[in-house]
């Protein structure tokens, strides 16, 4: 595949494709059209690879991929890394969200004052205890899985707050409900497109 950015690069000895910026985002205008009829390959990454920037990883039909971006810059999911116009070739980045834990409060608030003063900061005592990042939203409290499902719910059931319930749900079920610097907060900036979030002084967010 050739690269049509002078950043980016194809090591033929090593076989090894070298990306050294984003060329853009599959949900931009110009790239949904360009990528409308191309042939599309997938780096799949999660939300923490994708806080990297630098790692190298084989695309789902088995090129290899090594991306060194400038620091402060992570990847977004669809990002596309690399571009053969004549081809119509392209290689983007897919980044697969962690679920997260929901957790209810609403029932908390009609416990008498003093339980409630008592249930909110015991549960905050015990999830800043794990230190496990959390977004408050109303009476939802959003914590991105860290660690297994079970451990999660040890944790929760060890506990047994009254007035508390607790869910798991998919990251990308609840990005349309936070603000950008809240998703950034719940993902570590690996979040869609949409949301506000920037490349870099050189790629301000679509």
């Known amino acids: 595949m050739t690269i049509q950015d002078q950043n980016n ?26 990528l409308a009829d191309a042939h599309v390959d997938i780096v799949p990454l999660d939300q923490w690879e994708a806080q990297k920037s630098r790692l190298r990883r084989a695309t789902t039909h088995g090129a290899e991929v ?15 890394l690399v571009w053969d116009e004549d081809r119509k070739e392209a290689i983007i ?15 908390v608030m009609d416990l008498d004052p003093q339980a409630i003063v008592q249930t909110c900061i015991e549960l905050g005592h015990a999830i800043g205890n794990q230190h496990w990042p959390t977004v408050v939203k109303g009476t939802k409290v959003f914590v991105p899985l860290t660690v297994d499902h ?40 690996a979040e869609p497109p949409g949301t506000g979030h920037s490349h870099g002084p050189n790629h301000p967010a679509h």
């Open 9 to 34: 690069t194809t090591d033929t000895d090593a076989e090894l494709i070298r990306v050294g910026e984003v060329l853009g985002n599959e949900a931009d205008d110009l790239w949904r059209e360009r």
């Open 66 to 80: 090594a991306v060194s971006l400038d620091r402060g810059v992570q990847l977004r999911d669809g990002d596309v």
């Open 93 to 107: 980045a897919r980044i697969a969200l962690k679920d997260v834990m929901v957790v209810e409060v609403e029932d």
């Open 150 to 189: 079970a451990v999660m719910s040890s944790v929760m059931k060890t506990h047994a707050f009254e007035g508390v319930t607790y869910t798991f749900t998919k990251g990308d079920d609840v990005i349309p409900y936070l603000a950008p610097h809240e998703s950034r907060r719940l993902f570590g900036g």
